[in-house]
């Protein structure tokens, strides 16, 4: 099984390297000019896809193929006040640019809408905002030039509202109401506090979209769900998510999230780096299942926390512990 490794939005190692910079709507409505004003947000939008642009070309110096896009690209892009403002045109060379990229050096992007992208809401104005959030990943990924079959937004089921199995049920229902557009740009990921991997599992079943599986969160969350139940019944059903809206396989390769707990005080929070142990025990079990397996590294380190997980990978090779490096970002388990 050949497993490529990935980090999130953020470099430590780069200098001067935020693809997050923002305005404020604070600072954006005392601006007099509000044409000036949303040149200077263009402007901003249009600096954050450069960094994009210069962290994928790090990544790729490092031989890291697997990356997730920060969400703030654009400032204020979903706010109620811009509604009128179609940042789009004046960012379409930039955009494109990633995109090319992207397939040029074959590196897999995505998108993480935040935790306010909830579609198991009983509010219909979160249900609205939700839908406008996830509208606005889907159109820097359309403007990329990167279609549902190359990239996805990676979303949680939502909160139980004092009842998961109804709130499910209502996910299901609004997420599945959404237009294809939408919808099949998504995957489903289990939560460290509500929806379990088999909850989350039944929901992604149900609405036939992709589910990735964080093992930190399981860990966490695992709703008594034994290792066997695991590996021998979820983990297969979970790779029988990874289809197209025609019912193949997808292109893209399943995917994982992997973090280690922050301490023992803070199980759920991230630590620095990424304990080896645990991720091994997972691929190793894995191993026989897919031929391939992208992971997310969600480690507060970002690119170092990947760098010194393959460190390890290259110690465990030479102690003969089924594992080949192959470059510096992905590894085969043997």
């Known amino acids: 099984m050949i497993v490529r490794f990935g980090f999130v939005a953020m470099s430590v190692l780069l ?12 600072t954006f409505s005392k601006l007099d000019d509000r044409e000036a004003a949303i040149r200077r947000l263009e402007k901003i939008a249009e600096d954050n896809l450069r960094t994009t642009l210069r962290l994928m070309k790090h990544c790729v110096g490092h031989e890291i193929y697997v990356y997730r896009m920060t969400s703030k690209i654009i400032p204020l892009a979903t706010h109620d006040a811009l509604k009128d403002w179609d940042p789009y045109p004046a960012l379409e060379e930039a955009m494109a640019d990633i995109g090319r ?46 279609d549902e079959l190359e990239a996805k937004c990676n979303i949680h089921v939502g909160g139980a509202y004092g009842d998961k199995v109804t709130s499910a049920e209502r996910f299901v229902r609004q997420f599945g109401a959404l237009e294809p557009r939408l919808r099949n740009r998504v ?12 909850e989350t599992l039944g929901a992604a079943e149900a609405v036939k979209t992709p589910m990735v599986l ?76 897919t031929d391939r397996l992208d992971v997310m590294i969600e480690a507060k380190q970002k690119d170092a926390a990947l760098l010194q997980l393959m460190a390890d990978m290259r110690r465990l090779e030479a102690e003969g512990a089924g594992v080949r490096v192959i470059d510096g970002g992905s590894i085969e388990i043997t």
Not at 132 to 138: G, R
Not at 262 to 280: I, N, Q, Y
Request: charged letters at 25%; hydrophobic letters at 30%.
């Open 101 to 146: 990229y992207a397939k040029e050096k074959g590196m897999r992007l995505s998108f993480h809408p935040d935790h306010f992208c909830v579609f198991s809401t009983p509010r219909p104005e979160v249900l609205s905002k939700s839908a406008e959030d996830l509208t606005y990943h889907v159109r820097m990924l359309e403007h990329m030039g990167l």
């Open 15 to 26: 200098e001067n390297s935020s693809p997050s910079r923002t305005m404020t709507y604070a």
């Open 187 to 198: 995957t489903l990921e289990n939560d460290d506090k509500t929806f379990t991997v088999r």
């Open 214 to 289: 964080d093992i930190h969160h399981h860990a966490v969350n695992d709703g008594g769900e034994t290792d066997a139940a695991l590996y021998g019944e979820l983990w297969p059903r979970i790779l029988g998510t990874w289809t197209g809206p025609d019912g193949q396989p997808l292109a893209l390769p399943p995917k994982l999230h992997v973090s280690s707990p922050k301490s023992e005080r803070d199980p759920r929070g991230h630590a620095d780096m990424v304990e080896v142990g645990p991720l091994l025990r997972f691929l190793r079990e894995a191993a026989g299942s």
